[in-house]
């Protein structure tokens, strides 16, 4: 409608196309049943990796360097697909691999980054508790020190890729404040235990990990990061992702719902030929288009070394909460057809209910624009 395509650079569009016939080729085919499962497609990891999409946006150490544009479009066709492979790539691109890569050491880099973004190793990020989410500042998990060593003790809530990730990035309190440690899995006393029942992300793996007296060397601390700032600028990186990346979730719904109307037949006619039918379709493309321009703008504003906390946290509340409506009203337009696996948009609206909560729910975002525009912080 407003030809997207022509505001990107040839690069983009390519990164952009490339990503959507991996999708066509190897998740579409297979996403209902995962989704009905409750599998994590990690065996995509390797192929992820060799397209360069996992930490595309940073440089060094075997990642693509890309622009955030070019990433932000690699996550929009991700999560056309499923925003549980976006879950997957976002987490160890921006939560795992940025954690290394903006605060670790030149040998925790060495070590980690290389087999992270060939996809032959996953990691995870585990800040929120079962009793610390929208205020992570109040965590009780605690790392002492124990002679030259630290030892971990706590619990991890809501962590993807929990039990399947080779490293995980945990933040615990210490008499200096919050720091980052890097647990590999198999560290005695780390245990992950999968959350089960979940209607929503159901085709990515989420679990509550357990830290009961890890003991780690000095060097598994993450030497730049100090204080909430640390996991906060991780958080920043993820939910810049998911400004572009829940519209590829809409996109498809719009795309299901374009198809099914101009072929379903009612009162003799396709019902895509209803006034009130095609008054939901051009309501939603109009939403898409607008979400699409906000995250271009964001995009090139952080290429340019200029985003700001506050404009993600506007675009990752507008398109996440554009997204669903987008995504419920397509549902309508399917009628009973609509609540099935055949088609995909009730199962992308069940997984924006995690997008809508993940990365700072949209109230935490409300608020940190209400911040930005008053000077009040309205938190506590
Ligand atoms: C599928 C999934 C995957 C996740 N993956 C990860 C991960 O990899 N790593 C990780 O660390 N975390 C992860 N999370 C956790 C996620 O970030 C938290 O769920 C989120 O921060 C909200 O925390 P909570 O669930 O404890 O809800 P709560 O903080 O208890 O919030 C409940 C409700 O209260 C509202 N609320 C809270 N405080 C205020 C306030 N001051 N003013 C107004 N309203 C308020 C919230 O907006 C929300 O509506 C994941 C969550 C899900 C569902």
Request: hydrophobic residues 40%; negative net charge.
């Amino acid at each position: 409608m407003l030809d997207f395509d022509s505001l990107l650079t040839d690069e983009e569009r390519l990164i952009q196309h490339t990503v959507r016939d991996f999708v066509a080729d190897r998740v579409r085919p297979a996403i209902a049943e995962w989704f009905e499962q409750g599998v994590s497609p990690v065996e995509l990891a390797p192929e992820l990796g060799k397209l360069g999409l996992l930490g595309m946006h940073l440089t060094g150490y075997g990642c693509s360097g890309t622009n955030a544009v070019s990433y932000g479009l690699a996550c929009l066709e991700l999560e056309a697909g499923d925003s549980g492979l976006r879950s997957l790539v976002s987490v160890q691109g921006s939560l795992s691999m940025y954690s290394i890569w903006k605060y670790g050491s030149e040998e925790q880099k060495q070590e980690w980054l290389p087999r992270l973004a060939a996809g032959q190793a996953l990691g995870c990020f585990a800040l929120t508790e079962p009793d610390f989410g929208s205020n992570p500042a109040g965590m009780r998990t605690r790392a002492e020190r124990s002679g030259t060593d630290w030892v971990l003790t706590g619990n991890k809530m809501w962590i993807t890729n929990g039990s399947v990730a080779d490293v995980a990035t945990v933040w615990a309190r210490t008499d200096d404040g919050i720091r980052g440690f890097l647990v590999p899995r198999g560290t005695p006393g780390f245990t992950a235990s999968d959350v089960r029942h979940k209607l929503s992300l159901r085709a990515s793996t989420t679990s509550e990990l357990t830290l009961d007296g890890v003991r780690l060397p000095q060097s598994a601390m993450l030497p730049h990061a100090r204080g909430l700032a640390g996991p906060l600028g991780c958080l920043n990186e993820a939910r810049f992702g998911i400004v572009f990346g829940a519209l590829g979730a809409a996109r498809d719904c719009l795309d299901a719902a374009i198809e099914y109307a101009t072929t379903r037949i009612q009162f003799d006619r396709p019902i895509a030929g209803f006034q009130l039918t095609q008054a939901k379709l051009a309501d939603a493309s109009l939403e898409l288009h607008k979400g699409l321009l906000l995250a271009l703008h964001l995009g090139r504003l952080k290429d340019d070394g200029k985003l700001r906390a506050e404009q993600v946290s506007l675009g990752k509340l507008n398109n996440v909460r554009e997204s669903i409506e987008i995504a419920r009203t397509c549902r309508t337009i399917l009628g009973g057809s609509g609540i099935t696996l055949e088609y995909p948009i009730l199962r992308h609206a069940n997984n924006l209910e995690s997008v809508l909560t993940y990365e700072g729910t949209s109230e935490v975002h409300q608020l940190v624009i209400g911040q930005a525009l008053t000077g009040i912080a309205a938190f506590r």
